[in-house]
Nanobody, 125 residues
Framework: VQLQASGGGLVQPGGSLKLSCVAS????????VAWFRQAPGKEREFVAA????????LYADSVKGRFIVSRENTKNTVHLQMTNLKPEDTAAYYCAADGGIILSETRNARQYDYWGQGTQVTVSS
C-alpha cells in the first residue's frame, strides 16, 4: 500500500487543521493506520491510531480530547482532525499503516511497514 499525507500548514494557537492520509494499492480497511509526529531534534512519537477490524482508536495522552482520528473507507482515507492546537504540536506529521500489528504494539513506530511522506504542521502566532 502507498500512503499520501496532506493537510498541514501554519495555524495560530487554538486553531484547527485536518490532516488526510490517502491509501492506494490496497483497501485501507485492511490496515491499522497511525499518525506519528517528529519535531526537530526529537524522536518520532505516536499521536493516534485507528485499528483494522472495527476501527477502534487510540490516542497519545498529549492529544486526547483535542485530536480525532477517523476512517473514510469509501475514499480509502484516514483523517486526523486537530483542534485547540498548541505550539508544542508543531512537527512533521506522518501516517503509517500495517496489516498485522497486535494491540499492544500499536504505538510502536517500528511495527509499521508502510509510511507516507510527512506533512508539516506549524502552530505559531
Amino acid at each position: 500500500v502507498q500512503l499520501q499525507a496532506s493537510g498541514g500548514g501554519l495555524v495560530q494557537p487554538g486553531g484547527s487543521l485536518k490532516l488526510s492520509c490517502v491509501a492506494s494499492g490496497r483497501a485501507v480497511s485492511s490496515y491499522t493506520v497511525a499518525w506519528f509526529r517528529q519535531a526537530p531534534g526529537k524522536e518520532r512519537e505516536f499521536v493516534a491510531a485507528t485499528r483494522r477490524n472495527g476501527g477502534s482508536t487510540l490516542y497519545a495522552d498529549s492529544v486526547k480530547g483535542r485530536f480525532i482520528v477517523s476512517r473514510e473507507n469509501t475514499k480509502n482515507t484516514v483523517h486526523l482532525q486537530m483542534t485547540n492546537l498548541k505550539p508544542e504540536d508543531t512537527a512533521a506529521y506522518y501516517c503509517a499503516a500495517d496489516g498485522g500489528i497486535i494491540l499492544s504494539e500499536t504505538r510502536n513506530a517500528r511495527q509499521y511497514d508502510y509510511w507516507g511522506q510527512g506533512t508539516q504542521v506549524t502552530v505559531s502566532s
